[in-house]
């Protein structure tokens, strides 16, 4: 599976938009891109994840680049419990999927 | 969605004493099972995954050792402890093309 690079931590502001960036210059092109996020003490959350195309659901906003080298997460209006580390990875989709490996994400702290 | 039973939440072990850590999944079959550890403010290190009943991938070194008896029961063990098996243990299962699922982790103080 492709390495992701990420920023080690991130602020924002209360309200506003929190946008993660993610590299993944690697990936090819049966890896699907994933998001998840960890609060303090528990097991991770998965937020989103896409191959292609941009997704959206009720908690966040993936952007990925044409060239699929990177994408972004958006979390539209950030809550002080948004606050936790923020995972990218990217593993192989099919029938052949791949193990799921972590790098050390991004700490995003949202201020009020 | 899967449901990940991980067991007991908090554990303290003296050094050199066996450890058995358990883990059942409810929702899903022949799933990917994974056990990770994760140090104080760090990530999360993967250590075995399992693409299926009797088979297992370590990913690191270590003193530990993973069995998977049972479709959706994957097993962390150590036959001796050591001070630096200290750690957040995380088991997860996933689908072809799914997300991940995390159980709630055990807390392992080596002692």
């Known amino acids: 599976d492709a390495k992701t690079t990420q920023p080690p931590s991130m602020d924002c502001a209360e309200g506003r938009a929190a946008n993660l960036p993610c590299n993944h210059s690697?990936?090819?092109?049966?890896?699907?891109v994933y998001w998840y996020r960890q609060i303090h003490s528990q097991g991770p959350q998965y937020i989103i994840h896409g191959l292609k195309n941009n997704e959206t659901n009720e908690m966040a906003s993936l952007i990925i680049t044409e060239d699929r080298k990177s994408s972004t997460l958006i979390l539209p209006h950030a809550t002080l419990r948004d606050t936790a580390v923020y995972y990218c990875?990217?593993?192989?989709?099919?029938?052949?999927?791949?193990?799921?490996?972590f790098g050390q994400g991004t700490i995003l702290t949202v201020h009020p | 969605s899967q449901t990940i039973h991980q067991w007991p939440a908090t554990l303290v072990q003296p050094v050199g004493s066996p450890l058995s850590l358990e883990c059942t999944v409810e929702?899903?079959?022949?799933?990917?099972l994974y056990w990770y550890r994760q140090a104080a403010g760090r990530g999360l290190q993967l250590l075995f995954y399992s693409v299926g009943i009797g088979q297992i991938s370590s990913e690191v070194p270590q003193n530990l050792s993973a069995s998977r008896p049972q479709d959706r029961q994957f097993i962390l063990s150590s036959k001796k402890l050591l001070l630096s098996d200290s750690g957040f243990y995380l088991c997860?299962?996933?689908?072809?093309?799914?997300?991940?699922?995390f159980g709630q982790g055990t807390r392992l103080t080596v002692v």
């Open positions: 690697t990936i090819s092109g049966n890896e699907y």
């Open positions: 997860a299962s996933q689908d072809w093309n799914t997300e991940a699922f």
């Open positions: 990875i990217v593993r192989t989709g099919g029938t052949s999927y791949g193990k799921l490996t």
């Open positions: 929702g899903t079959s022949n799933p990917n």
